[in-house]
């Protein structure tokens, strides 16, 4: 009793796609690749269309969403694209006073400390986003074949710039709250997962084929505190993305005392980062379909050592039920396009069976 599929899985050259045939287990012609932050600063044509454009405002032009969106379809042949957001900008569309800072990121006027502070914030609407609606439903029509990735931060990780006010290593306010004040944690975790449970949903019935789950700092927890404190609610968030009828990738960076949790959490594929080796990374996460993870600094090594680990990451993959190759963690900035380029085709031209 699978949910009704999407509008756009139903297309059933995007449904074959290598990279929606992966990531529900199934046999596929090569392994297929997309790059976390493929889109972005590493990309000359990025930087151009971006000029004079601040990044959240750049979130809310449909004209540069699709641009900025195709650029990296159009330069790699990547097996997929994900949609150009942010994971704050569901919070800046509800009317949270956040703003995106060159060089340092996310930036909360106001840092949530108080059950006020999270009764003021508004559930999400559809009519608060309307301009990703329009987005996805252009950027579903350019890309063809090629599936699009919606996606979302997970609670604790969104969590974290609201209580801290900004990036943090250490989520020391963050965890202050989660021990010290549970209810106010339980009802700001509450409010993140239904607003991003309610993001997913708009990007997947416009269009989107499958959609990740960044829980990108979750790997700052142990996994007891994780369980009681973080998990409840990511699964929450995926449970309702389970009813949309796409895939679901649920990703972290340092989780390798996680994967399993993260599996449970009620993903289809788990995306591993570059720190626990494949194969060990499947067997972490139970049989389920993996994501990963080639080192993301690799790409500055000499293209023949970089190449040789991409190998090294295809051959451990082939132990999982179905692989999505990828880097684990995001594209850096300084990366050079063109070895992006060549390690595209290599994934392709070396997986094809
Ligand atoms: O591939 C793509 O097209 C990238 C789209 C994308 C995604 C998936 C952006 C654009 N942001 C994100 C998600 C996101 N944002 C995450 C989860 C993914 C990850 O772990 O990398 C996180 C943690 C953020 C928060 C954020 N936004 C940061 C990190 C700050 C910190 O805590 O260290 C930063 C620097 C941003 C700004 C941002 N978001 C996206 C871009 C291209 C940028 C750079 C700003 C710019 O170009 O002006």
New binding site residues.
């Given amino acids: 009793d699978r949910p009704v599929p999407a509008a756009s899985t139903t297309d059933p050259a995007v449904h074959d796609s290598a990279f929606l045939r992966a990531a529900r287990g199934e046999e596929v012609p090569h392994t297929p690749v997309w790059f ?6 590493s990309l000359p044509e990025y930087r151009k269309v ?1 000029q004079g454009v601040a ?1 959240l405002e750049s979130c809310m032009r449909p004209d540069l969403v699709v641009e ?2 195709m650029q990296p379809v159009r330069r790699y042949g990547v097996d997929a694209a ?1 949609f ?5 900008l569901p919070l800046k569309a509800v009317g949270v006073d956040l703003d ?1 800072v ?1 060089g340092v ?2 930036v909360v006027a106001k840092p949530v400390a108080t059950l006020e502070d999270v009764a003021a914030i508004p559930d999400l609407t559809p009519g608060h986003v309307s301009f990703v609606t329009e987005s996805v439903q252009r950027l579903v029509g350019e890309l063809g074949a090629t599936p699009l990735i919606g ?1 979302a ?1 997970a609670p604790f ?1 969104v969590a974290s710039y609201l209580v801290e006010g900004g ?1 943090s290593k250490e989520h020391a306010k963050t965890k202050a709250m989660m021990f010290g004040a549970p209810d106010v944690w339980d009802a700001l975790m509450r409010k993140i997962a239904g607003i991003s449970a309610a993001y997913l949903q708009v990007q997947v019935d416009a269009g989107a084929s499958a959609v990740q789950l ?1 829980d ?1 700092w979750a790997g700052a927890m142990a996994p007891a505190d994780y369980r009681r404190y973080v998990m409840p609610y990511s699964s929450e968030v995926l449970a309702h993305a389970g009813t949309l009828g796409v895939p679901r990738i649920h990703f972290g ?1 340092g989780t390798g005392e996680l994967l399993g949790l993260m599996g449970e959490a009620g993903a289809d594929v788990v995306g591993v980062d570059w720190r626990v080796p494949l194969d060990e990374g499947v067997r972490r996460v139970g049989g389920r379909v993996v994501q990963g993870n080639l080192d993301p600094s690799l790409v500055f090594a000499p293209t023949e050592v970089m190449l040789e680990r991409a190998a090294d990451v295809l051959e451990r993959g082939r132990s999982a039920p179905g692989h999505i190759f990828n880097l684990g ?2 594209v850096m900035p300084s990366t050079d396009p063109d070895q992006l380029a060549r390690l595209t085709d290599f994934v392709h031209e070396h997986s094809a069976r």
Avoid: L, N
């Avoid at 150009?84 to 704050?88: A, E, G, Q």
């Fill in positions: 976390m932050r493929q889109a972005g600063r971006r990044m900025i969106t994900i150009f957001s942010d994971i704050v995106i060159p990121g996310p996606f931060g990780t990036p960044f990108s960076v963690h995001g």
